[in-house]
């Protein structure tokens, strides 16, 4: 089955530093979604990437559609506290319409 | 969230007992899905389902799951004669009539925690 491998697994930084983290499978998909999970609440999406080679912010966070369509990138600039949670990465599959979701990286920011 | 609504948000359940879970789509939503969390794991597609009609079910264990969406009513996802494998957090999706495959925007409800004891 299609897999979406996220790294890294988890990251500890200190508040006002800038974080990456990215997202690779073995299948192509038509659109990359990246969502963030609080503790106890189901996924929120905060961006979308509907194009190869995209390039979108939303506020600190940037994220982009690779060349390849078979990986895409988050990118979270002065981290603050409130940036804590599991960040996760989808593929939405032409072939299937379901969305498939990497394995989560969580975030640790120290005040 | 959207206006996702799922319930029981929290439910426990012994061995061989019966687990219901119910979403609420987002007014004018015709499209359901639902998803599996297990502890520390993403979430895992298990069912996809139009209103009276299951579209994929790939997903979903091929005994003792179930997935509806009546005419009228929440989706619901029934589990019979759960196990402790079955704790998980439970997620509810839902998207407009004539969901492209360009938007791939999905609301998802705050999940149903099941524990199994």
């Known amino acids: 089955g299609q897999q979406l491998n996220q790294s890294p697994q988890s990251m500890f930084i200190q508040e006002g530093e800038d974080v990456s983290m990215n997202c690779t499978s073995s299948?192509?998909?038509?659109?990359w979604l990246w969502y963030k999970q609080d503790p106890g609440e189901g996924p929120v999406l905060l961006i979308a990437?509907?194009?190869?080679?995209e390039l979108t912010s939303n506020g600190r966070l940037t994220a982009q559609f690779g060349i390849t369509r078979k990986d895409s990138f988050l990118n979270i600039s002065a981290s603050i506290p409130s940036d804590v949670g599991i960040y996760f990465c989808?593929?939405?599959?032409?072939?299937?319409?379901?969305?498939?979701f990497g394995t989560g990286t969580l975030l640790a920011v120290q005040p | 969230n959207a206006g996702v609504m799922q319930n029981p948000r929290h439910l426990v359940r012994r061995r061989g007992q019966e687990a219901r879970l119910r979403c609420s789509p987002v007014?004018?939503?015709?499209?359901v899905y639902w998803y599996r969390q297990l502890p520390e794991e993403g979430l895992k597609f298990m069912v996809y389902?139009?209103?009276?009609?299951?579209?994929?079910e790939s997903g979903m264990p091929k005994e003792r799951f179930s997935a509806e969406f009546p005419k009228e009513g929440p989706s619901i996802l029934r589990i019979q004669q759960v196990v402790r494998g079955d704790s998980a957090a439970y997620f509810c999706?839902?998207?407009?009539?004539?969901?492209?495959?360009?938007?791939?925007?999905?609301?998802f409800g705050e999940g149903s925690r099941l524990t199994v004891l």
């Open positions: 299948s192509i998909f038509n659109t």
């Open positions: 999706a839902s998207s407009p009539p004539g969901y492209s495959l360009n938007t791939g925007e999905l609301f």
């Open positions: 389902l139009q209103k009276e009609n299951i579209i994929d």
């Open positions: 990437l509907y194009k190869a080679g």
């Open positions: 989808a593929g939405l599959s032409g072939a299937t319409n379901k969305l498939i």
């Open positions: 007014k004018g939503h015709s499209h």
